[in-house]
């Protein structure tokens, strides 16, 4: 987990691999169920149980309310300070052929 930034007490462990299943991720994201028609959806990976995978990134992102916690591996954030959504914004604008990917969120995943 030393590679990787994230504000939550969340067992992102189980979610790691999606990193390496799919090119380009920058960042995981927990989004809400009610929220899910906002993104796009781009495909499921079978784990423990069921797990949709959503596109939020260019104009999605501003549709929804409440981005939930993430994860991020520190190299994908640019000039890294106390604000980790900033460096990865950052990042982002810059390289845009890179994804954030939302999962959804539940009391399955949070503490």
Known sequence: MNNYLTYYDID?????????????I???????PNETDKCLHI????????LPLYDI?????NKLTNLGPFITKKIYTEHLDDNIEK???????NNKHFKWIGILGGKRMIR
């Open 87 to 93: 460096s990865m914004i950052n990042f982002y604008k």
């Open 57 to 61: 990134t260019s104009k999605k992102i």
């Open 26 to 32: 920058q960042g995981l994201f927990i989004i809400s």
């Open 43 to 50: 495909g499921n990976i079978n784990d423990t149980y069921f």
């Open 12 to 24: 992102w462990k189980k979610y790691l691999h999606i990193f390496e299943s799919y090119d380009y």
